[in-house]
């Protein structure tokens, strides 16, 4: 793993207010901050400075060299006008790239960049509440950009920000950037992942309070990306907290770069469906990830969860979880290779390719109860190998200790539990 590093930035402060800016939650702020940032970057660097007090926005897109520095008690809210948010700019949409609403906040191609601080960012949530479902014209929309990138259609010619697609917005999306640094801030709610960094390569996130519990909204998502530690966060999340993704089917395969390098430690997981979950866009592989010594005290429905189907492809090898404590849940480890959710029916699967699954390493595990301690579904295939289970401890198993299909080698150390609540072992 390359060394991370964290850059100090330059000793010039950029006040929004220089530029214009005026607080109270009225007026858009949007013109000014960008003045400030644009300020900065040409000055060699430095801390785009926001006050105390609530500044409306719409999307704030950094550059180069540019800390985004929250004052406590400051609080960016962000417009929910669609409008806001055009142009289109490159991003991607569950693992397919296209051009979609910017997201709120929004780097490409930028070196050194952060967002630091003691304050929030609160987006006003009620459009993208009612973009939450799924109606007609939102899965057309789907298999549109499906069908685009199954048949190599250039990215450029992927818009998505048009009619009534309702592909909704990241809140934070960094995207082929490198040195990125995420440190100290709130955020209260998030129109889809709440923080994408996508092909970015080295960074830290750090001291992090996530709170967002609407449709999608996972803590942080690393996708394509590389060399990034995580600690001290907590995520309080209406989806996964930690995700591993490599992207989707071709896109991934014509982009070729795996997701690596990421270290976990430290974190406190309030409510998510998934401590950690690698997948299950992942067709550009997935290697060398380590999560250690972090709680979920309440409860999810997985703790480890690796997911993929036989249209990804790619790999996942070099998975560890150490030292973690929990509360409920459904399963300790769970690994499924025929997740398809909606898209069994809505696509046809252009491609078969399996995924390669290697190296699972699962140990010092404590949690109050769990339907069943692991359970793990290859594909016959190209069965799932070397998954290692050890020091795993359950106040109580509610179904079945563990299940196994299409897997070699797998081998398990010193699991206990104190009470089982079924009469045989599935």
């Not at 989806?239 to 982009?255: C, F, P, T």
């Not at 790619?314 to 150490?322: H, K, L, P």
Request: hydrophobic share 35%.
């Amino acid at each position: 793993m390359d060394t991370i590093k964290v850059l100090i930035y330059p000793q010039k402060d950029f006040p929004i207010t220089r530029y214009g800016a005026t607080s109270g939650g009225t007026g858009n702020n949007t013109e000014a901050i960008a003045k400030a940032i644009e300020a900065c970057n040409q000055a060699g660097g430095g801390r785009v400075i926001v006050p105390a007090g609530e500044w409306l926005t719409g999307p704030i897109h950094f550059k180069s060299n540019v800390n985004l520095y929250l004052e406590e008690n400051a609080v960016l809210r962000f417009t929910d006008h669609p409008a806001n948010y055009l142009p289109a700019v490159m991003t991607s949409w569950e693992g397919l790239e296209c051009y979609n609403y910017s997201p709120l906040l929004y780097a490409f191609e930028c070196e050194n960049i952060a967002i630091t601080g003691k304050g929030t960012l609160s987006p006003v949530m009620d459009t993208w509440k009612k973009w939450f479902g799924r109606p007609d014209a939102h899965l057309n929309a789907l298999k549109t950009l499906y069908t685009m990138a199954s048949t190599d259609v250039p990215v450029e010619q992927r818009q998505m920000a048009e009619n009534e697609n309702n592909l909704r917005p990241h809140l934070i999306h960094f995207n082929r950037c490198k040195n990125v640094l995420l440190d100290g801030f709130k955020i209260r709610e998030s129109p889809f992942w709440t923080i994408h960094l996508y092909m970015c390569n080295g960074g830290v996130v750090r001291n992090l309070d996530v709170k967002a519990h609407g449709h999608n909204n996972d803590g942080v998502d690393f996708e394509m990306s590389r060399n990034f530690l995580v600690e001290d966060c907590t995520f309080d999340q209406g989806d996964d907290a930690v995700v591993i993704k490599s992207g989707r089917n071709r896109d991934a395969w014509r982009l070729n770069t795996p997701c690596e390098n990421i270290v976990i430690r430290n974190c406190n997981i309030l409510k998510g469906h998934v401590l950690l979950g690698i997948g299950s866009e992942m067709s550009g592989g997935v290697r060398n990830i380590y999560m250690h010594n972090c709680n979920a005290p309440d409860t999810v429905f997985r703790l480890f969860f690796i997911k993929t189907n036989l249209r990804r492809g790619g790999f996942i090898e070099n998975i560890y979880m150490d030292h973690v404590k929990a509360g409920r849940m459904q399963r300790i480890l769970e690994i499924d290779t025929d997740v398809l959710y909606q898209w069994r029916d809505i696509v046809p699967t252009y491609e078969e390719k399996i995924t390669r699954i290697d190296g699972i390493h699962i140990k010092n595990i404590t949690c109050d109860a769990t339907d069943a301690i692991y359970e793990i579904k290859g594909d016959a295939r190209l069965p799932v190998k070397n998954v290692e289970i050890k020091n795993i401890h359950a106040g109580e198993v509610r179904k079945f200790i563990h299940a196994v299909d299409n897997a070699e080698n797998v081998t398990e150390e010193n699991i206990t539990f104190d009470k089982t609540s079924f009469s045989t072992v599935k």
